[in-house]
């Protein structure tokens, strides 16, 4: 079957493909009026997001996915490192963990106010304690004047 565009989306035969930052921003949007998300039964499904306007550093971020916090079962998350000029997509279920990358597009990205933002599903979250594992993640520090430079 032939390729065809609508919408600026690609169109191959009945599936449509999408880019992972689509993906992300519509996985985003779903979440975020419905925080927190309540099943029936004796069961609480809790959504956390987590945003900022830093970048972050890869290695520091692979040490909080290695100890994930409690109760979370699912993380979905969009970050830029700026030592390799990208912008990484995260997806996290169970034990696994796959990351996209692209490069860092500035004329595309700047009117985004988020370099960092991550979506947590699970039981019983502590949107605290994930809030100050991942600020010890930024380079807020390391790259004082990040947001100024991309203007």
């Known amino acids: 079957m032939s390729d065809f565009k609508q919408n600026n989306t690609i169109f191959k035969g009945s599936k449509k493909h999408h880019t992972p930052e689509e993906l992300y921003t519509y996985q985003l949007e779903t979440f975020m009026p419905k ?7 004796d069961f609480g ?7 900022s306007t830093h970048p972050i ?9 290695s100890n994930l916090p409690d109760g979370t079962l699912r993380t979905k998350g969009r ?10 997509y995260i997806s996290h279920i169970g034990p696994t963990i ?3 990358s692209e490069e860092f597009v500035h004329y595309k990205k700047a009117a985004k ?4 933002e ?3 599903i699970g039981d019983q979250l502590e949107p605290l304690d994930i809030k100050k594992r991942l600020d010890n993640c930024l ?13």
């Open 79 to 88: 970050c830029y490192v700026p030592y390799n000029n990208e912008i990484h």
């Open 113 to 116: 106010e988020y370099l960092t």
């Open 139 to 151: 380079l807020i520090d390391e790259i004082p004047n990040f947001k100024e430079s991309l203007t």
């Open 98 to 100: 796959e990351v996209f």
């Open 118 to 120: 991550f979506l947590f």
């Open 57 to 65: 550093s890869l290695e520091r971020l692979e040490e909080f996915f």
């Open 45 to 51: 499904i809790d959504t956390y997001i987590y945003q």
């Open 35 to 41: 925080t927190p998300l309540k099943l029936v039964g």
